[in-house]
Structure formats: structure tokens, C-alpha cells
């Protein structure tokens, strides 16, 4: 299969992010990966990269605050970046060769907290979650850097949080799609109570996946680890992507 890769800007607002499009050249599902705060896209470019083997569009690109915007990091806010995303989004579905019926959004950590928001505000049929992290609703306008201490969020992640009192659970319970969540034996940053607070979450979705992986921290820093979560998550996909074309009659 041939593969294309293409550089892109895209705009959001007066500035803009950068992304890179990783796809073969047929119509296909569209796959978005949304980084963790303080990584990029360079990190799940490889990812994106086997994902699009499979046959699937793929687009990585970072966050306002990241990369190239770095200077920003200490003032952009959660909205900022949930704008960042839906922005990436439509610039997935306006490709040429992209199924919008055919979207999956993956996301780790911060960036799993930003796609369960998204799947309220544009249409996803299938949504990975790798150590989803949580905030308080609130403060949407302070800068995320300042939200750690603004809103105790070691205290907060430890407790059994209603869906409908936070605005990402909010979002998974209302979510008709595929799900997959995958924790990290030891994470040190998002506590086992997060992850059932998403996992309780999602009472809609059409399936949901839960994987525990054993000896992995929270940034995958073995890279044995992170090669595993990229064959956990290429097997997924390949079973959502076959199970959305087969109800589609494609």
C-alpha cells in the first residue's frame, strides 16, 4: 500500500497548529490522535504510521503550547486546546479520501480528556482512551498549566465522580460508539479511580475494551511497552474498522 505523507498548518483562530496527514491514497476512515500535555506529534507519528497501514487516514498534530507554539505553554488554556482538536477534526473529515461516517479519536492522558469532550461536539464512532486524565470543570479560563494546584487534582482524581458532574465523563455517557481504555499498572498521575469513573462513564457505547497494562508507567517510557499499546491499539482499530464497514454494507 502506498502511503502519503503531508505537512499542514491549521488554523485556529489568529494562530495556528501543525499537523501532518499520514493516509493511503483511497477513501478510508479517519483516525485523530491527540498527544498528552507537554508531549507533540512527533511521539505518535510512528503510530499513525502502522494505524495507516491498515487501511485508514491518519493526523497527528500539536496542541497550542507545544512544538512550535512552546512560547504559549504557560497561558494556553483547556479551551484553547479543546479548539485546537475540533479544528484538527474538520480538517480530517474536509480530506478527499476521508469516510466522515468512518471517524475514531485517540487520545492519552490530557489528550484523552479533550477526545471524550469532543465526541459531544462532533460526530466519533470509535474513541481510545489511554490514562484519560480528569479536571474540574471549572476555571476553563485559567491557563491548564496553573490547574494542578488551582484545583487539587491529586485529591479530586481519587474520588468516585458522578458522570454528569464532570463534563468529559458527562460526554462518555452520553457516547454511542466503540470504546476502548486502557490503564498503566503504574501510573503515578492518574490514579485507578480515574479510570473507573471513565469506565462506569460509558453505560452507552456500543462496546467497550478495558486493558490493564502490566509494568507500563504513564508515558510508555519502556519502549517495549509503547509497542505494545501501538499492536493493542492497531488490533482494535482493525476490529472496529471492519465492524463499521460491515454495518455500513462497504
Known sequence: MTIREQRMDIAVGSSHVCATIVAPETL???????????????????RARVIAELGCVCLTFDLSGHAATSLRFETVTREHNLQDLLAAY???????????????????????????????LRPVQCLALRVPAL??????????????????LEAYRETIIAAEANRALLACSQFGGDVLLVQSEFDHRIPPAVISNYREACVQARSLTYRLMRGADHGLTDESKSQAYTALLSTWLREMVFDIRRRAGG
Open 28 to 46: 478510508l476512515p479517519g483516525i485523530l490522535f491527540v498527544h498528552g500535555w507537554g508531549g507533540s506529534q512527533e511521539r505518535y507519528l510512528e
Open 135 to 152: 479536571y474540574v470543570d471549572s476555571g476553563w479560563e485559567i491557563p491548564k498549566l496553573q490547574l494542578r494546584k488551582e484545583q487539587n
Open 90 to 120: 474538520d480538517t480530517l473529515i474536509a480530506q478527499p479520501n476521508v469516510d466522515p461516517a468512518q471517524i475514531a479519536v485517540v487520545g492519552s492522558s490530557y489528550g484523552g480528556y479533550l477526545a471524550a469532550i469532543a465526541t459531544s
